[in-house]
Structures are given as C-alpha cells and as structure tokens.
T-cell receptor
Framework: KQEVTQIPAALSVPEGENLVLNCSFT??????LQWFRQDPGKGLTSLLL?????REQTSGRLNASLDKSSGRSTLYIAASQPGDSATYLC??????????FGAGTRLFVKA | DTAVSQTPKYLVTQMGNDKSIKCEQN?????MYWYKQDSKKFLKIMFS???????INETVPNRFSPKSPDKAHLNLHINSLELGDSAVYFC??????????????FGEGSWLTVV
C-alpha cells in the first residue's frame, strides 16, 4: 500500500531564502508524481508534474526532482517570496485512477 | 471561466439531514473524482468516475452516493449526515485517468459543517 510522507510539516523562512520541501513514498512503482499548492480556503493548484521516466521538472523559481529508486522527491523554491506562503502537497500516482497525497508542508515566508 | 466548479462552497446543516454537492468541469475531461480533506488537511480519494462509470469506491460509507449524469458532471449525495462528515470535499478531473500521466485539476472545495 502506497504511503506518502512530507517533511517538514511546517516551515518558516525569511524572504529571499532558497528552500527545499521533501516528499517520500513507500512504493517506487509509480507512474508520476505531482506537486500542488493549496492556499487557505482554496482548492489545489498544480505546480509541477514529473513522469516516472523523468528526473526533474522546472517552472520559474520552482524545481522538482524525482528519484524513484529511493522513493523521494524534492521541491526546490528559489528566492522565496511572501506570496509563496501556502501549503505544498505531494501526490503520487501508481497507475490507475488513484492518486495518493501526502499531508503537506505549510510554508510561511516572512517579509 | 472556472474549469472545475462546485456548489455550494459552504454548507452548514444538522445531523440526520440529506445534502448534495454538485460538480461540473468544462475541460472535456474523461475522469472525475471526489476527495475528502479532513481537519488534519489529509486529502483522501472517495470516488472516481471514468466516462460516467464508477472506477474507484474507497471504503466510503454507503450514506455517500455519487452520481455522474454525464462526463462533465459528478454529484455527491450524502444521506443521514453525521458530525464526522464535517470536512472539505473537493471535486477534481483529469483528461484520462488510467496511466495517463495527466495533471489533476481541482475545484475550490465545498466546506461542509454538520452541527
């Protein structure tokens, strides 16, 4: 049974700092991994999708990496801004119609 | 235009009542989902429909009944509401669910409070 863990659960950093969010999964037989952002009172917005054959994906200041063999993914945020404050969720698809989510990392970027 | 829209956004109701949440997607996707996010912010899949066919039904009490009248709509009806049903319910869709590698698009959520 796939389990997804995100560390840390919460993170507070000063503006401008580079940071890394971690996601680990127990079953390496995944089809893809997706990072989402959730703002308070809002739905989820997809940030990056990494297929199992890929090692990383980049979008602006965001870079997500995937190491299937070790069951890990990281989301790197460069030059953090207060507007980056949100909860970041990692989600793993093992094929089929089911996507398993981690509990998320709550990020607060201080101005 | 909102890609995945849910109504109502907020719902406060008494225990024992029956309520429905509606979802519509205008993305032309084949697959739609209902997820539940509890107070600890954990997102868990409840149901998945592909081309109006129920694909996933995750250990959800049978008081919860999804209905997909067409590919663009997936509604959730809840009978005999209980306090523990209080949560945020998210509707989502993706172009093709199985092994597609596609992004999932979420609605804004429906905040259900049972008193």
């Amino acid at each position: 049974k796939q389990e997804v863990t995100q560390i840390p659960a919460a993170l507070s950093v000063p503006e401008g700092e580079n940071l890394v969010l971690n996601c680990s999964f127990t079953d390496s037989a995944i089809y893809n991994l997706q990072w989402f952002r959730q703002d308070p009172g809002k739905g989820l917005t997809s940030l990056l999708l990494i297929q199992s054959s890929q090692r990383e994906q980049t979008s602006g200041r965001l870079n997500a990496s995937l190491d299937k063999s070790s069951g890990r993914s990281t989301l790197y945020i460069a030059a953090s801004q207060p507007g980056d404050s949100a909860t970041y969720l990692c989600a793993v698809n093992g094929g089929g119609f089911k996507t398993i989510f981690g509990a998320g990392t709550r990020l607060f970027v201080k101005a | 235009d909102t890609a995945v829209s849910q109504t109502p956004k907020y719902l406060v109701t008494q225990m024992g009542n029956d309520k429905s949440i509606k979802c519509e997607q205008n993305l032309g996707h084949d697959t739609m989902y209902w997820y539940k996010q509890d107070s600890k912010k954990f997102l868990k899949i409840m149901f998945s429909y592909n081309n109006k066919e129920l694909i996933i039904n995750e250990t959800v009490p049978n008081r919860f009944s999804p209905k997909s009248p067409d590919k663009a709509h997936l509604n959730l009806h809840i009978n005999s509401l209980e306090l523990g049903d209080s949560a945020v319910y998210f509707c989502a869709s993706s172009p093709k669910g199985r092994n597609s590698g596609n992004t999932i698009y979420f609605g804004e959520g429906s905040w259900l409070t049972v008193v």
